[in-house]
Protein backbone atom coordinates (compact mmCIF):
# COMPACT_ATOMS: atom_id res chain seq x y z
CA UNK A 1 0.00 0.00 0.00
CA UNK A 2 2.65 2.47 1.10
CA UNK A 3 4.66 1.53 -2.77
CA UNK A 4 1.90 2.53 -4.57
CA UNK A 5 0.66 5.55 -2.72
CA UNK A 6 4.34 6.86 -2.98
CA UNK A 7 3.66 6.21 -7.35
CA UNK A 8 0.60 7.75 -7.41
CA UNK A 9 2.31 11.18 -5.19
CA UNK A 10 5.23 11.07 -7.57
CA UNK A 11 3.24 10.72 -10.58
CA UNK A 12 0.63 13.75 -9.63
CA UNK A 13 4.00 15.68 -8.60
CA UNK A 14 5.55 14.95 -12.29
CA UNK A 15 2.77 15.47 -14.58
CA UNK A 16 2.14 19.25 -14.34
CA UNK A 17 6.18 19.52 -14.30
CA UNK A 18 6.26 17.83 -18.14
CA UNK A 19 3.27 19.40 -19.24
CA UNK A 20 4.87 23.13 -18.57
CA UNK A 21 7.63 22.08 -19.96
CA UNK A 22 5.87 21.01 -23.22
CA UNK A 23 4.16 24.37 -23.19
CA UNK A 24 7.40 26.71 -22.94
CA UNK A 25 8.10 24.88 -26.66
CA UNK A 26 5.31 26.36 -28.33
CA UNK A 27 3.87 29.34 -26.48
CA UNK A 28 3.33 31.83 -29.33
CA UNK A 29 1.03 29.07 -30.88
CA UNK A 30 -0.30 27.97 -27.60
CA UNK A 31 -1.02 31.81 -26.56
CA UNK A 32 -2.96 32.50 -29.90
CA UNK A 33 -5.05 29.60 -30.16
CA UNK A 34 -5.96 29.39 -26.57
CA UNK A 35 -9.28 31.01 -25.29
CA UNK A 36 -7.88 32.26 -21.79
CA UNK A 37 -10.61 33.87 -19.85
CA UNK A 38 -9.74 35.46 -16.62
CA UNK A 39 -11.23 33.76 -13.72
CA UNK A 40 -13.25 35.27 -11.12
CA UNK A 41 -11.44 34.61 -8.28
CA UNK A 42 -8.71 32.48 -7.59
CA UNK A 43 -9.67 32.78 -3.55
CA UNK A 44 -12.17 29.91 -3.51
CA UNK A 45 -9.44 26.83 -2.74
CA UNK A 46 -10.79 25.22 -0.32
CA UNK A 47 -8.79 22.79 2.02
CA UNK A 48 -9.15 19.22 2.61
CA UNK A 49 -12.28 18.01 4.23
CA UNK A 50 -10.65 15.59 6.95
CA UNK A 51 -13.96 14.99 8.48
CA UNK A 52 -15.60 13.69 5.54
CA UNK A 53 -12.49 10.97 4.17
CA UNK A 54 -12.64 9.92 8.16
CA UNK A 55 -16.11 9.14 7.79
CA UNK A 56 -16.04 7.39 4.46
CA UNK A 57 -13.22 5.17 6.07
CA UNK A 58 -15.56 4.17 8.71
CA UNK A 59 -17.49 3.00 6.93
CA UNK A 60 -15.35 0.67 5.75
CA UNK A 61 -14.03 -0.85 8.63
CA UNK A 62 -17.92 -1.22 10.11
CA UNK A 63 -17.90 -3.29 6.67
CA UNK A 64 -14.57 -4.86 7.53
CA UNK A 65 -15.97 -6.26 10.64
CA UNK A 66 -19.10 -8.10 9.42
CA UNK A 67 -16.51 -9.49 7.59
CA UNK A 68 -14.64 -10.94 10.37
CA UNK A 69 -17.41 -11.47 12.28
CA UNK A 70 -18.46 -13.83 9.32
CA UNK A 71 -15.01 -15.59 9.58
CA UNK A 72 -15.58 -16.06 13.38
CA UNK A 73 -18.62 -18.09 12.21
CA UNK A 74 -16.78 -19.91 9.43
CA UNK A 75 -14.48 -20.26 11.80
CA UNK A 76 -16.44 -21.88 14.96
CA UNK A 77 -18.49 -24.27 12.38
CA UNK A 78 -15.49 -25.72 11.02
CA UNK A 79 -14.36 -26.78 14.87
CA UNK A 80 -14.51 -30.44 15.15
CA UNK A 81 -16.95 -32.27 17.34
CA UNK A 82 -14.87 -32.70 21.16
CA UNK A 83 -13.58 -36.43 21.57
CA UNK A 84 -11.35 -38.23 23.84
CA UNK A 85 -8.37 -37.55 21.79
CA UNK A 86 -8.63 -33.69 21.00
CA UNK A 87 -10.55 -32.89 24.42
CA UNK A 88 -13.19 -30.06 24.72
CA UNK A 89 -12.16 -27.24 21.96
CA UNK A 90 -10.46 -24.06 24.05
CA UNK A 91 -10.31 -20.79 21.89
CA UNK A 92 -12.10 -18.26 22.62
CA UNK A 93 -12.90 -14.68 20.64
CA UNK A 94 -13.80 -10.97 21.60
CA UNK A 95 -14.21 -7.69 19.99
CA UNK A 96 -11.82 -4.62 21.47
CA UNK A 97 -12.07 -0.96 20.12
CA UNK A 98 -8.40 0.05 19.52
CA UNK A 99 -7.33 3.67 18.64
CA UNK A 100 -5.09 4.11 15.11
CA UNK A 101 -3.93 7.34 14.75
CA UNK A 102 -2.31 8.67 11.41
CA UNK A 103 0.30 11.39 11.52
CA UNK A 104 0.02 13.74 8.34
CA UNK A 105 1.32 16.64 7.04
CA UNK A 106 -0.87 18.35 4.93
CA UNK A 107 -0.62 21.78 3.87
CA UNK A 108 -2.86 24.62 4.73
CA UNK A 109 -3.46 26.75 1.64
CA UNK A 110 -4.18 29.80 1.52
CA UNK A 111 -4.71 32.14 -1.14
CA UNK A 112 -3.16 35.57 -0.87
CA UNK A 113 -2.74 38.68 -2.90
CA UNK A 114 0.18 39.38 -4.40
CA UNK A 115 1.63 42.79 -6.64
CA UNK A 116 3.15 41.32 -9.85
CA UNK A 117 4.47 43.69 -12.52
CA UNK A 118 5.24 43.22 -16.00
CA UNK A 119 6.77 45.24 -18.95
CA UNK A 120 4.15 45.11 -20.96
CA UNK A 121 3.81 47.40 -24.86
CA UNK A 122 1.58 49.96 -24.97
CA UNK A 123 0.32 50.96 -28.70
CA UNK A 124 -0.85 53.31 -30.80
CA UNK A 125 -1.22 53.73 -34.46
CA UNK A 126 -0.05 57.03 -35.65
CA UNK A 127 -0.55 58.27 -39.11
CA UNK A 128 2.06 59.33 -41.14
CA UNK A 129 2.29 61.63 -44.34
CA UNK A 130 5.22 60.68 -46.92
CA UNK A 131 5.38 62.14 -50.16
CA UNK A 132 8.01 61.44 -53.04
CA UNK A 133 9.14 62.25 -56.99
CA UNK A 134 8.36 59.20 -59.04
CA UNK A 135 9.70 58.96 -62.56
CA UNK A 136 6.31 57.93 -64.98
CA UNK A 137 6.61 57.61 -68.38
CA UNK A 138 3.41 59.17 -70.40
CA UNK A 139 2.88 58.38 -74.43
CA UNK A 140 2.32 61.84 -75.78
CA UNK A 141 1.52 62.79 -79.23
CA UNK A 142 3.56 64.96 -81.25
CA UNK A 143 3.79 66.26 -84.89
CA UNK A 144 6.34 67.50 -87.42
CA UNK A 145 5.90 69.50 -90.69
CA UNK A 146 5.62 66.94 -93.92
CA UNK A 147 8.17 67.19 -96.66
CA UNK A 148 8.05 70.37 -98.87
CA UNK A 149 5.91 69.62 -101.90
CA UNK A 150 6.73 70.72 -105.31
CA UNK A 151 3.83 71.41 -107.43
CA UNK A 152 3.43 71.99 -110.83
CA UNK A 153 0.25 73.58 -112.30
CA UNK A 154 -0.78 75.12 -115.44
CA UNK A 155 -1.58 78.92 -115.47
CA UNK A 156 -2.63 81.71 -118.33
CA UNK A 157 0.83 83.72 -118.74
CA UNK A 158 0.57 87.13 -120.67
CA UNK A 159 3.29 88.98 -123.14
CA UNK A 160 3.10 91.47 -125.55
CA UNK A 161 -0.76 91.50 -125.61
CA UNK A 162 -1.34 88.10 -125.78
CA UNK A 163 -2.90 85.44 -122.71
CA UNK A 164 -1.08 82.02 -123.25
CA UNK A 165 -1.60 78.60 -121.10
CA UNK A 166 2.26 78.06 -119.38
CA UNK A 167 3.56 75.63 -116.37
CA UNK A 168 2.98 77.31 -112.37
CA UNK A 169 5.74 75.61 -110.03
CA UNK A 170 4.90 76.19 -106.54
CA UNK A 171 6.36 74.70 -103.06
CA UNK A 172 4.21 73.87 -100.39
CA UNK A 173 4.65 72.19 -96.86
CA UNK A 174 4.18 68.54 -96.70
CA UNK A 175 1.20 67.20 -94.97
CA UNK A 176 1.71 67.20 -90.96
CA UNK A 177 3.26 64.13 -89.46
CA UNK A 178 2.24 62.97 -86.19
CA UNK A 179 2.85 59.73 -83.95
CA UNK A 180 3.27 58.77 -79.97
CA UNK A 181 6.30 59.04 -78.17
CA UNK A 182 7.29 58.25 -74.52
CA UNK A 183 7.96 61.22 -72.26
CA UNK A 184 9.20 61.10 -68.70
CA UNK A 185 8.10 63.25 -66.04
CA UNK A 186 8.69 63.16 -62.54
CA UNK A 187 5.31 63.12 -60.67
CA UNK A 188 4.60 63.67 -57.12
CA UNK A 189 3.15 60.95 -55.23
CA UNK A 190 1.87 61.45 -51.30
CA UNK A 191 0.42 58.47 -49.35
CA UNK A 192 -0.93 58.45 -46.01
CA UNK A 193 -0.32 55.10 -43.76
CA UNK A 194 -0.43 54.01 -39.99
CA UNK A 195 2.45 53.35 -38.42
CA UNK A 196 2.24 51.49 -35.00
CA UNK A 197 4.25 53.67 -32.20
CA UNK A 198 4.76 51.79 -28.60
CA UNK A 199 6.63 52.30 -25.70
CA UNK A 200 7.42 48.92 -22.84
CA UNK A 201 5.38 50.24 -19.84
CA UNK A 202 6.12 48.56 -16.17
CA UNK A 203 2.63 47.85 -15.45
CA UNK A 204 1.48 46.15 -12.51
CA UNK A 205 -1.81 43.76 -10.96
CA UNK A 206 -2.73 42.20 -8.06
CA UNK A 207 -3.22 38.31 -8.90
CA UNK A 208 -4.22 35.58 -5.76
CA UNK A 209 -1.37 33.55 -5.18
CA UNK A 210 -1.55 30.41 -3.27
CA UNK A 211 0.53 30.26 0.28
CA UNK A 212 0.97 27.01 1.66
CA UNK A 213 2.09 25.60 5.29
CA UNK A 214 2.74 22.73 5.85
CA UNK A 215 0.81 21.31 9.40
CA UNK A 216 1.41 18.03 11.07
CA UNK A 217 -2.12 16.92 11.65
CA UNK A 218 -3.08 13.69 14.11
CA UNK A 219 -6.11 11.74 13.19
CA UNK A 220 -7.49 9.34 15.64
CA UNK A 221 -10.30 6.66 15.20
CA UNK A 222 -11.50 3.65 16.56
CA UNK A 223 -11.83 0.09 15.23
CA UNK A 224 -12.83 -3.16 16.58
CA UNK A 225 -9.90 -5.60 16.30
CA UNK A 226 -10.92 -9.30 16.66
CA UNK A 227 -8.55 -10.51 19.97
CA UNK A 228 -7.66 -14.07 20.40
CA UNK A 229 -7.92 -15.11 24.17
CA UNK A 230 -7.52 -18.32 24.59
CA UNK A 231 -5.98 -20.82 22.13
CA UNK A 232 -5.82 -24.90 24.03
CA UNK A 233 -3.50 -26.09 22.03
CA UNK A 234 -6.41 -29.28 21.42
CA UNK A 235 -6.93 -28.50 18.18
CA UNK A 236 -4.04 -26.78 16.54
CA UNK A 237 -5.96 -26.57 13.34
CA UNK A 238 -8.76 -24.49 14.20
CA UNK A 239 -6.07 -22.52 16.82
CA UNK A 240 -4.05 -21.63 13.65
CA UNK A 241 -7.01 -20.46 11.73
CA UNK A 242 -8.10 -18.32 14.48
CA UNK A 243 -4.53 -16.63 14.55
CA UNK A 244 -4.56 -15.87 11.10
CA UNK A 245 -8.06 -14.34 11.71
CA UNK A 246 -6.65 -11.70 13.98
CA UNK A 247 -3.55 -11.14 12.06
CA UNK A 248 -5.92 -10.34 9.01
CA UNK A 249 -7.79 -8.09 11.34
CA UNK A 250 -4.70 -6.20 12.34
CA UNK A 251 -3.34 -6.26 8.57
CA UNK A 252 -6.67 -4.59 7.56
CA UNK A 253 -6.58 -1.97 9.66
CA UNK A 254 -3.12 -0.97 8.74
CA UNK A 255 -4.30 -0.84 4.99
CA UNK A 256 -7.57 0.91 5.22
CA UNK A 257 -5.28 3.74 7.55
CA UNK A 258 -3.15 3.84 5.01
CA UNK A 259 -5.39 4.05 2.35
CA UNK A 260 -7.37 7.06 3.83
CA UNK A 261 -4.13 8.78 4.48
CA UNK A 262 -2.99 8.64 0.65
CA UNK A 263 -6.75 9.85 -0.26
CA UNK A 264 -6.36 12.73 2.56
CA UNK A 265 -2.44 13.60 0.08
CA UNK A 266 -4.13 12.61 -2.85
CA UNK A 267 -7.22 15.30 -2.11
CA UNK A 268 -4.36 18.10 -0.57
CA UNK A 269 -2.28 17.74 -4.01
CA UNK A 270 -5.11 18.43 -5.89
CA UNK A 271 -6.67 21.43 -3.85
CA UNK A 272 -2.67 22.94 -4.43
CA UNK A 273 -2.78 21.74 -8.05
CA UNK A 274 -6.18 23.70 -8.45
CA UNK A 275 -4.77 27.31 -7.10
CA UNK A 276 -1.45 27.11 -9.23
CA UNK A 277 -3.42 25.96 -11.91
CA UNK A 278 -6.04 29.40 -11.13
CA UNK A 279 -2.95 31.31 -11.00
CA UNK A 280 -1.38 30.45 -14.32
CA UNK A 281 -5.10 31.11 -16.25
CA UNK A 282 -4.86 34.49 -14.59
CA UNK A 283 -1.25 34.88 -15.66
CA UNK A 284 -2.38 34.36 -19.05
CA UNK A 285 -5.19 35.80 -19.29
CA UNK A 286 -3.61 39.08 -18.46
CA UNK A 287 -0.76 38.45 -21.22
CA UNK A 288 -3.26 37.29 -23.95
CA UNK A 289 -4.49 41.20 -24.39
CA UNK A 290 -1.32 42.61 -24.67
CA UNK A 291 -0.27 40.26 -27.17
CA UNK A 292 -3.72 40.14 -29.39
CA UNK A 293 -2.74 43.80 -29.60
CA UNK A 294 1.05 43.45 -30.66
CA UNK A 295 -0.54 40.97 -33.15
CA UNK A 296 -3.19 43.64 -34.39
CA UNK A 297 -0.04 46.08 -34.83
CA UNK A 298 1.90 43.68 -36.71
CA UNK A 299 -0.86 42.84 -39.47
CA UNK A 300 -1.03 46.86 -39.61
CA UNK A 301 2.12 47.50 -40.12
CA UNK A 302 2.69 44.75 -42.54
CA UNK A 303 -0.29 45.76 -44.16
CA UNK A 304 0.78 49.35 -44.98
CA UNK A 305 4.48 47.92 -46.03
CA UNK A 306 3.17 45.81 -48.82
CA UNK A 307 1.15 49.14 -49.60
CA UNK A 308 4.17 51.51 -49.73
CA UNK A 309 5.98 48.83 -51.88
CA UNK A 310 2.69 48.78 -54.56
CA UNK A 311 3.31 52.67 -54.58
CA UNK A 312 6.98 52.27 -55.46
CA UNK A 313 7.55 54.30 -52.31
CA UNK A 314 10.57 56.24 -51.05
CA UNK A 315 13.58 54.33 -49.72
CA UNK A 316 12.94 56.67 -46.12
CA UNK A 317 9.04 54.68 -45.97
CA UNK A 318 9.77 51.75 -46.92
CA UNK A 319 12.76 51.64 -44.10
CA UNK A 320 10.56 53.41 -41.48
CA UNK A 321 7.60 50.50 -42.01
CA UNK A 322 10.17 48.21 -41.82
CA UNK A 323 11.75 49.00 -38.70
CA UNK A 324 8.19 49.35 -36.88
CA UNK A 325 7.63 45.49 -37.99
CA UNK A 326 11.12 44.14 -36.42
CA UNK A 327 10.06 46.37 -33.31
CA UNK A 328 7.06 44.62 -33.35
CA UNK A 329 8.00 41.43 -33.21
CA UNK A 330 10.95 41.86 -31.12
CA UNK A 331 8.31 43.27 -28.38
CA UNK A 332 6.30 40.20 -28.87
CA UNK A 333 9.69 38.13 -28.37
CA UNK A 334 10.11 40.10 -24.68
CA UNK A 335 6.67 39.50 -23.67
CA UNK A 336 6.85 35.66 -24.27
CA UNK A 337 10.39 35.81 -22.49
CA UNK A 338 8.64 37.28 -19.70
CA UNK A 339 5.55 34.90 -19.79
CA UNK A 340 8.02 32.22 -19.96
CA UNK A 341 9.53 33.44 -16.72
CA UNK A 342 6.53 33.26 -14.68
CA UNK A 343 5.06 30.24 -15.83
CA UNK A 344 8.63 28.69 -14.85
CA UNK A 345 8.77 30.52 -11.38
CA UNK A 346 4.85 28.93 -10.70
CA UNK A 347 6.07 25.70 -11.64
CA UNK A 348 8.62 25.66 -9.32
CA UNK A 349 6.78 26.71 -6.24
CA UNK A 350 4.18 24.14 -7.69
CA UNK A 351 7.00 21.12 -7.38
CA UNK A 352 8.64 22.42 -3.97
CA UNK A 353 5.48 22.19 -1.92
CA UNK A 354 4.25 18.97 -3.96
CA UNK A 355 7.50 17.03 -3.50
CA UNK A 356 7.54 18.17 0.46
CA UNK A 357 3.73 16.69 0.68
CA UNK A 358 5.24 13.47 -1.08
CA UNK A 359 8.03 13.10 1.14
CA UNK A 360 5.80 13.67 3.99
CA UNK A 361 4.05 10.17 3.19
CA UNK A 362 7.23 8.25 3.03
CA UNK A 363 8.44 9.69 6.11
CA UNK A 364 5.26 8.93 8.44
CA UNK A 365 3.96 5.31 7.64
CA UNK A 366 0.83 4.10 9.46
CA UNK A 367 2.55 1.40 11.30
CA UNK A 368 1.57 2.65 15.58
CA UNK A 369 -1.29 1.57 17.13
CA UNK A 370 -2.94 2.30 20.37
CA UNK A 371 -5.42 0.12 22.53
CA UNK A 372 -8.07 1.69 24.05
CA UNK A 373 -7.42 0.21 27.58
Known sequence: MRIKSSLIMLSLVSTPLYAAEQETQSLSTDISNAQVAAPATCANISNVDTDAVKMKYEGI??????????????????????????????????????????????????????KMSMD??????????????????????????????????TGTCEAFGFKFDCPKVEIRPGKEMCTHIPVIKMVRNEIKLDVPEFTMKRQGWVMAMPETKMETQKISFTYPALVVDNIEQKSKVIGTKAEALASKSKDTLNGISAAMKSEMTLASMTSVNKGFDCQKKALSSQIRKAYD?????????????????????????????????????????????????????????????????????????????????
Open 61 to 114: MNTEKIKIEDGIKQLKSEAPDPNAVEGILGVTFHFRDEVAEIILDLPTVTMVDQ
Open 120 to 153: LPETTMKTQTWSWDFPETRMELQCVPGIPETVVS
Open 293 to 373: DLNAMQEGAKASLDRATAMHASKEALDALSASTAKLVDAKHQLLTQYVKARRDIESKRKDILVQMNDALNENPVTEVATAQ
